[in-house]
């Protein structure tokens, strides 16, 4: 036993003297992505006259190649089903070629942070806020909403999925509307939702989504249409988000979104 105990205690005189010795692992680093990233102009093929109409009535193609980020201050009010609401304020973070979104704000219970990149949603810091949602409302879906509605003339250009309009429009809240759908590239499937331009104005300022499985469907729908910054792209200044069914008839509000004006 004791000459066990000598020959480990001189090992360890040993790695002392040629100068080794043991360090913590350190933690693992989380590395976010770059969001903030602008298109390869070789990439950037408009593909028929509906895109060319949606893009030019946001502002050009010219001017949303410019953009890496569009930051905005907000009030947003969620609909509860019991007939109460909640108030808070925002910081939106969009970034339309990277297809994300950061959130931010201060709440009473704590400040928070949360992003969605490329159909993840992941928590930055601070307190769970998905308790204020509606309950017919999730996270993904609240950022899905938050991202097509704003960016849609860069998702033309994501590369994930293919689009497809309609020649016939149809007639939807007042208005009448073409209907692009979409077909996942990775799937060959078609992906149940919907763009929707206006005949009129050539924006689009509906879209609509939701899962396979259920018989209803989120639609989002933009207005006040200005420019965001000096770059003279167009998004709206306030967004409404809908349970709709899956005609795309809005049956009811959950969230209502109010830009601050700079």
Request: aromatic share 12%.
């Amino acid at each position: 036993m004791r000459h066990l105990l000598f020959v480990n205690v001189s090992l360890m005189f040993l790695f002392v003297l040629a100068g080794c010795h043991w360090r913590p692992e350190p933690e693992p680093q989380i590395v976010l992505p770059q969001l903030d990233i602008l298109p390869n102009p070789n990439f950037i093929v408009v593909r028929g006259e509906y895109q060319a109409k949606a893009i030019d009535a946001a502002g050009g193609i010219q001017a949303w190649m410019k953009v890496a980020k569009i930051e905005r201050n907000c009030v947003v009010t969620f609909y509860m089903p019991d007939g109460s609401y909640y108030l808070t304020e925002q910081t939106h973070e969009v970034f339309p070629w990277s297809n994300s979104i950061q959130v931010s704000s201060k709440e009473p219970q704590g400040s928070y942070a949360w992003q969605y990149c490329n159909g993840r949603f992941k928590t930055l810091e601070g307190c769970d806020w998905s308790n204020c949602l509606p309950a017919e409302l999730d996270p993904n879906s609240f950022a899905k909403a938050l991202m097509d509605i704003t960016t849609s003339p860069a998702r033309f250009f994501d590369g994930q999925l293919i689009f497809s309009n309609e020649p016939r429009p149809i007639r939807l809240e007042g208005q009448f509307y073409f209907a692009i759908s979409q077909i996942s590239v990775q799937t060959g499937r078609e992906v149940r939702g919907f763009f929707y331009q206006n005949r009129d104005s050539g924006l689009i300022d509906i879209t609509a989504f939701g899962p396979d499985n259920l018989d209803e469907l989120i639609s989002v729908r933009g207005y006040n249409y200005g420019k965001a910054d000096d770059s003279g792209i167009l998004v709206p200044n306030k967004i409404e988000i809908f349970k709709s069914g899956i005609d795309g008839i809005f049956q009811k509000r959950i969230v209502e979104i109010e830009y601050k004006s700079k």
